[in-house]
């Protein structure tokens, strides 16, 4: 139950921000392909949110000394 806990989250995002519920192509292979390329589509836009946020920590850190 905690493995499928974690992954809960990044399942239903993967769902509802990025359509993985239906298949854009036909065969299993074109399926898989579009998988993979929805994954790597939801952790750049997480890389981008942490660099964005590492960012602001940094700067609101140098701004309170």
Known sequence: MKR???IEGTQSELVRA???????YRG???????????GAACNIRR????IAWESS??????MTC
Do not use: D
């Open 28 to 38: 299993k292979a074109k399926v898989r392909l579009q998988n993979y390329f929805i």
């Open 57 to 62: 920590v940094a700067a609101s850190g140098s």
């Open 47 to 50: 890389l981008f949110r942490r």
């Open 18 to 24: 990025y359509g993985l519920r239906q298949a854009r």
């Open 4 to 6: 499928r806990n974690g």
